[in-house]
């Protein structure tokens, strides 16, 4: 059938809708960011109002109130859109890269990887604030590279790395046990971090280096985000398109790897923030453009809000890790099944 | 794997005499573990001490030591027969060699529901526990085997495990956010996410030896079904098996295994996994030879893995669910590696 010119209309006029539509999804996302961060800042045991929070972040002397949103609540929120960044943005790169929503890195294993290396450094080393967080990201890109090397065969790539990765985080989860239980005390709350990841207690000296390779590893990874966006098209097109794949592969990997590594060390292996990101943000955008941004946004919004609710709405007061994981592991089942019924798995 | 190898040799594997041989070793082994989860401990104690325990002494502290870990290797030793046999039922029902009650989620699904009996129902009484993890077992093992073997392929053993670990993952997460509020039964949150032998008493161990036994005899009954069911569904009906009555009474049996296993110990993984593998190799595939062998070989690896969680953590100890998931997991991998990519 040829080509005719309504088709090509009609192809356009659903681009810019689809362009539109991404427009306002991230614009809203980006909102929705920012009211879960003001509300975290504002409410809480104690309500501050808007203005008053305003006026502490400006410097001025407020109190009580200086102790509740400077000290407690900022670090916590700064803290919380950081690690959610990084989970959205690393996760999103991970699957698209290996074109399976199932290969993010909180379920093949690395996130646990740089989880374990964190609490090591801190329990066994001694180590704190950046060292903890390099000594986490080494030990990730290691494990990362020892999970691909088992799972490059001929066929399988994609089952094989998942289930390799389901046996490296079950290595990590014990090492992480093994060393908590070597510390003086086993204190239940450091342990939830570790295991599941937690914003409580953020200090400025974790989030640091988390944010600093945010800004840095997130400008590689946004860089390539077109060579990402073509190796989804598969690596013969890819390399059609003039993409150099390998070196593509190898810098998106490790930006990926990096980002998951340093925020794990600030806040704990999140759970499922990275898994989930991508496939919403893909959900609300639809599948135009590149993922990443939007994956970010909704990373950063899942952390804030399950935060807040683990915090105030629960009746206890559940670490984000314990709300996120219970939030995602119904949207792991349900990804089962419809890849399932689809037949791609 | 299994149904080509059980056609290709007509006696299953290996020589009766070599299997002999093998169960000999591996009864001796035992021994020897059984003897060693006594004798080593966070305390030293001489071989006095631990003679004088076993004719009922607890004068001095390191008598009382002995005295506490003859339960627990009793504990041990029953626990890890009833996950590895649990384990071997399960690959050979759903003839997919990632099955194993820990890696399914089964044994967090009742460690959850012994935990909501805990918080919500004042469940206090041992039995009640025991029957209530069997219930959760049993509600979790069918839900992840429906979720694993929908779509193309049934369950495939990357959807089977998949669907186990989110399971696994969600129920743990339940156990915390059930917990955490509680002080009350805060101090057990450790042992209802990662299984131990520690606290063992007799008490306990009587308590579930009825289910257990109950447990044992449905699944070696059920071995010359399995070894028709590796056949695959259509040769084992074609050879007078009523395939799903005989699915259902070994899966009952495992279930009601994994069960109270957890109910006493907490949820424990990757035994029932590797030992079955483990015993493959040596006694071949045959389930009259396998499923036997995988009890003994369950109970050898979960004493010998509570021994060494004593000794690398001194003067604390690891609880048995931490070392065998650090022995287990690398199985696990080997295990995936051997599989041809269309297999998985």
């Known amino acids: ?345 | 794997m299994t149904t080509t190898a059980s056609i290709r040799a007509p006696d299953l594997g290996r020589p009766n005499r070599l299997r002999l041989a093998w169960l000999l070793l591996v009864l001796g082994l035992l021994g020897i573990c059984c003897a060693l989860s006594v004798a080593i401990g966070a305390r030293d104690v001489g071989l006095a001490d631990i003679l004088a325990a076993f004719n009922g002494l607890a004068d001095t502290i390191e008598q009382a030591a002995v005295t506490k870990r003859i339960p627990r290797t009793v504990l041990a030793a029953i626990a890890g027969a009833a996950l590895g046999l649990s384990g071997a039922v399960m690959q050979g029902v759903t003839r997919n060699p990632l099955a194993d009650p820990g890696i399914l989620g089964i044994n967090m699904g009742a460690a959850l529901a012994v935990v909501v009996g805990l918080a919500w129902f004042g469940l206090a009484a041992a039995q009640a526990y025991i029957w209530t993890a069997i219930f959760g077992a049993a509600v979790t093992a069918v839900f992840v085997f429906v979720i694993g073997s929908l779509g193309r392929g049934g369950a495939t053993p990357l959807k089977l495990a998949l669907a186990g670990t989110a399971t696994s993952i969600a129920l743990a997460s339940f156990i915390t956010a059930v917990i955490l509020p509680r002080n009350d039964i805060a101090e057990g949150a450790r042992s209802w996410q990662i299984g131990g032998v520690g606290g063992a008493t007799f008490d306990t161990i009587i308590q579930i030896l009825p289910f257990l036994a109950a447990g044992f005899l449905l699944c070696l009954l059920s071995a010359r079904k399995l070894n028709s069911l590796a056949l695959g569904d259509e040769l084992a009906a074609g050879l007078g098996e009523r395939v799903m009555l005989a699915r259902a009474t070994a899966s009952f049996g495992a279930v009601i295994l994994a069960g109270a296993t957890t109910a006493i110990c907490g949820p424990i993984a990757f035994v029932g996994l590797l030992v079955p593998h483990v015993c493959r190799l040596l006694v071949g595939v045959d389930h009259r030879w396998l499923l036997p062998f995988s009890a003994l070989g369950g109970a050898i690896l979960l004493l010998a893995s509570d021994v060494i969680g004593r000794i690398i953590a001194r003067p604390g100890e690891l609880d048995v669910g931490i070392v065998t998931a650090f022995v287990g997991a690398p199985i696990f991998i080997w295990i995936v590696q051997r599989y041809r990519g269309r297999d998985l």
């Open chain 1, 1 to 345: 059938m040829p080509v005719t010119e309504t088709d090509i209309l009609a192809v356009g006029a659903i681009r810019r809708r689809q362009a539109t539509r991404r427009r306002i999804v991230l614009a809203i996302l980006a909102i929705l960011v920012l009211a879960a961060f003001a509300t975290t800042l504002m409410a809480g045991k104690s309500f501050v109002p808007p203005l008053e929070v305003i006026q502490i972040l400006l410097g001025a002397d407020m109190g009580g109130a200086n102790f509740t949103v400077g000290t407690l609540r900022l670090p916590r929120a700064v803290l919380s859109v950081v690690a959610g960044l990084s989970f959205g943005l690393g996760g999103a790169a991970f699957q698209t890269l290996l074109r399976n929503p199932l290969a993010s890195p909180d379920i093949i294993g690395i996130s646990s990887s740089a989880s374990a290396a964190a609490v090591f450094a801190i329990v066994v080393l001694s180590l704190d604030g950046a060292g903890v967080a390099f000594f986490a990201v080494t030990a990730s890109l290691v494990v990362a590279g020892f999970i691909f090397v088992l799972s490059f065969r001929r066929s399988g790539f994609g089952a094989r790395l998942i289930l390799t990765g389901i046996g490296v985080a079950a290595i990590c989860q014990s090492i992480i046990y093994y060393v908590l239980s070597r510390a003086p005390v086993w204190d239940a709350a450091e342990a939830l971090r570790w295991l599941t990841g937690s914003v409580n207690g953020a200090a400025w000296g974790q989030i640091g280096p988390a944010a600093l390779v945010l800004v840095i590893a997130g400008s590689v990874l946004l860089s390539r985000a077109r060579a990402l966006e073509n190796l989804r098209l598969g690596e013969d097109t890819a390399a059609a398109l003039g993409e150099r794949v390998n070196l593509s592969r190898v810098l998106i990997i490790m930006a990926a790897v990096a980002l998951i590594a340093f925020a794990t060390a600030a806040a704990g292996p999140v759970a499922f923030v990275a898994f989930l990101s991508g496939p919403i943000a893909t959900r609300l955008v639809g599948h135009y453009g590149s993922a990443l941004i939007p994956s970010a946004l909704t990373g950063a919004l899942l952390v804030l809000v399950a935060d807040f609710a683990g915090q105030y709405l629960l009746g206890a007061r559940f670490p984000v890790g314990v709300v996120t994981g219970a939030l995602g592991a119904p949207y792991l089942i349900y990804l089962i099944v419809v890849s399932n019924r689809a037949e791609k798995t």
